[in-house]
């Protein structure tokens, strides 16, 4: 970036670190904060503004907004549109078109319901939080938006989630999920791979079971899994999201084969690094972390919810037509290394 080009919190974390400006003031933050640059590595393409979501609010907006400020002489610069990726609609892309998404009230969930309630599509929008799926309607007052609160894993909720979509329903994404403790297969205990595989595997199976006879009916029809980069390596997490993960490659590739002649397609996306990914667990294990963290480290970049959303929404819509089966890593390239 020019040095006559004003940093913003917009600006991307690499313009930052390699301006004569910005550089030594988010060194000097990280220095405060006993971090190094290298952390930042795989940060780099998201804008300065990420890091305030990625602290999980150990940072304040107050932080960005002085390093904009000094980084400019005191003077707040008018805003500046993104350096890096920006997410552009596809007016009309669902129209007509009822799509469950589940985890909608946050991160990756909350993204992809945004964009298909904003492409035109009606949006059942699924999550244990009802607070929060509130906050997320109100967002878009414009969109139409069904919002259910409960639990995947539990018959009940998946009835009423298939009550309020009704007759029609023609897209399902699979997003809700939850991460393990790093934990190693000796170390796994029951309560974490019970929790782990309920709601990664068999809430994405009972949604999914539920959703299809609408489907085969309406002889169309498109479901989106959320598998992960743990679900193509052993390296990249514990045991219980690994084999989770997985596991959710399996059903996607039988559903996909099972009900391809019947209109239906059947995909999974990959994601690497998220930026405002699921929370782990409050204590991980030692032993599991230990061993995970050289490879965790070579993650080439993260991500942010609304890319991760664009790879959801386009297997979701019509634009996918002709892919069945597929399982896309949308990991910035990790897949490869």
Known sequence: MSETTPLTAASTIGA??????GGPLVRGLLAASGASEETLAPLRGLPLQQLVAL????MPQSVVDDLVLKANNG????????????????AGRFAGKTVVVTGAASGIGRATAARVAREGGRVVAVDISEEKLGEFAASLPEATIVTVAGDITKQESIDAIVAAAGERIDGLANVAGINDDFSPLHETTDAMWDRVMGVNVTGAFKLTRAVLPAMIAAGAGSIVNISS????????????????KHAVIGMTRSAAFMYGPAGIRVNAIA???VATGIPFPPHVSEAG????HPFQASIP??????????SITFLLSDDGV????????????????
């Open 16 to 21: 930052w670190l390699d301006s004569e400006v």
């Open 55 to 58: 602290s999980q609010g150990q």
């Open 75 to 90: 003077v707040m610069p008018a805003d500046a549109a993104p350096s890096g990726w920006v997410e552009k609609i596809t």
């Open 229 to 244: 980069e743990a679900g193509l390596r052993g390296s990249a997490s514990g045991n219980a999201y690994t084999t989770s």
């Open 271 to 273: 994601p690497g690094g």
């Open 289 to 292: 972390s230990a061993r995970l």
């Open 301 to 310: 970049t993260l991500a942010t919810a609304e890319e991760l959303a664009a």
């Open 322 to 337: 002709n892919l069945n089966g597929v399982v896309l890593p949308s990991d910035g390239g990790w897949s490869v290394q």
